[in-house]
DNA sequence: ATGATTTGACCCCT
DNA sequence: AGGGGTCAAATCAT
């Protein structure tokens, strides 16, 4: 492709890097080591950090690049595909995340705290598992226009692709997962258009993807205090907020989110629950 | 009884 | 024509 064999190899061994100490943090969560997983966290930080900076010294993450994705075969952008009676979708920002969670029982494996209702399930040409389609669920009561599509990619059971479409016009656009994701879905300077046109766009749709890397980091539980044991929301770099219930106690969550090559995107540290580091 | 999920059919776009 | 997204009736769960 290019040359940059060094950087390939150095980007390889940060990665083994990253796997190995994904395994050690899951040793030391079943054996309830908050603290060594959290210094753990703090490593694993530093070596996505440096295999971000790799990835990018070689260029693999400019936007152009579209080659080379993964999975891109399973889940595509939206608006671009058919779409019949979905013309609703036509215009709407969309924020596209993968999430991955590892199997975890009685826990949604992406249960953003927001209420969805799925309403279609489909088969991708091409992709093993098939896609998910949820609105949200006053969309009726309230009008809201906010979608999802939920796909498991291909090849790794605990990799998920979700797309967002619309922002929640519902009560829950007052989720700190919906406000969020609606700034994110704001075209930047153009947050004061918000209230007569709710929906950037279109061409607005890589927008969350194209921000600068941030990095993750853990928000208070809401009403902190009281039911924070077991409740862990999760402000992913787009804004995104991803409760991850029960998942320590339980020690099988593996926690992570990555993006397209296109999405110049970042991977995440994962879980020191009060600050992150970069 | 009510709400959520499943699933086949339909529509629209490429 | 094929593929993706949505609709809506049937079914399931609470």
């Known amino acids: 492709m290019d040359g940059c064999g060094g950087e390939k190899r150095a980007l390889a061994s940060e990665l ?98 927001l209420s969805w209702r799925k309403y279609g399930q489909k088969d991708i040409l091409g992709a093993m598992y098939p896609r998910a389609y949820f609105r949200c669920t006053h969309r009726n009561s309230q009008g809201c226009p906010a979608t999802k599509h939920v796909q498991r990619a291909d090849g790794d059971p605990l990799l998920y692709d979700v797309v967002y479409h619309g922002a929640h016009a519902c009560a829950q656009a007052a989720h700190p997962a919906a406000e969020h994701l609606r700034r994110q879905l704001q075209p930047e300077g153009h947050a004061d258009a918000e209230q007569s046109s709710p929906l950037a766009p279109e061409a607005e749709c890589l927008q969350a993807g194209l921000e600068p890397v941030a990095p993750y980091s853990f928000a208070p539980a809401p009403g902190a205090g009281a039911d924070f044991v077991g409740y862990f929301p999760l402000l992913s770099p787009t804004g995104l907020e991803w409760q991850l219930r029960s998942s320590y106690a339980a020690g099988g969550l593996g926690v992570g989110m990555d993006y397209e090559p296109h999405f110049e995107k970042f991977y995440t540290n994962a879980t020191d629950p009060f600050q992150w580091e970069y």
Do not use: F
């Not at 260029?59 to 058919?82: C, I, L, V």
């Not at 969670?101 to 949604?108: G, R």
């Open 16 to 113: 083994a890097q990253v796997q190995a100490m994904v395994r050690e943090l899951e040793a030391r969560m079943d054996q309830d080591l908050p603290a060594a997983a959290r210094e753990l966290c703090r490593e694993l930080a530093s070596s996505v950090d440096r295999s971000i900076r790799i990835a990018r010294a070689c260029g693999w993450d400019s936007p152009g690049s579209r080659n080379g994705s993964p999975r891109s075969d399973g889940a595509q952008h939206p608006g671009g595909g058919g779409g019949g009676g979905g013309n609703a979708q036509k215009g709407t920002p969309c924020v596209r995340t993968q999430v991955r969670v590892a199997a975890v029982q009685d826990m949604a494996p992406l249960d953003d705290g």
